[in-house]
């Protein structure tokens, strides 16, 4: 089964920056995009970042687009979500995702998520 374990989510200040990290376990992260959502509060999930395995593909949501920057490190099994410029209605639970293909455009994950980390912008 897959295990995702995110982190580095906490408080902030707007303009401020976090990153978030996901580890990962099971047969999908070797060859298959990750993707990152987030849940903000009453809402349902949302897209936010997808990259391909080889990390010679990304997108980003429009709202996003500029200020965050996802990456990977393949041997160490880790999905990374840099985040600047923050601000409140990025406010939300933060989940990364398994890819059901390499395919970022679009991106289409498998149902499988984590706890999820909270980040909190305050302005």
């Known amino acids: 089964q897959v295990q995702l374990v995110e982190s580095g989510g906490g408080s902030v200040q707007a303009g401020g920056s976090l990153r978030l990290s996901c580890a990962v376990s099971?047969?999908?992260?070797?060859?298959?995009?990750m993707g990152w959502f987030r849940r903000p509060p009453g809402k349902e999930r949302e897209f936010v970042a997808a990259i391909s395995w080889s990390s010679d593909s990304t997108r980003y949501a429009d709202s996003v687009k500029g200020r965050f920057t996802i990456s990977r490190d393949n041997a160490q099994n880790t999905v990374y979500l840099q985040m600047n410029s923050l601000k409140p209605e990025d406010t939300a639970v933060y989940y990364c995702?398994?890819?059901?293909?390499?395919?970022?455009?679009?991106?289409?994950?498998?149902?499988?998520w984590g706890k999820g980390t909270l980040v909190t912008v305050s302005s």
């Open positions: 995702n398994p890819g059901r293909s390499d395919s970022t455009t679009p991106y289409y994950g498998m149902n499988y």
């Open positions: 099971g047969p999908t992260f070797s060859s298959y995009a």
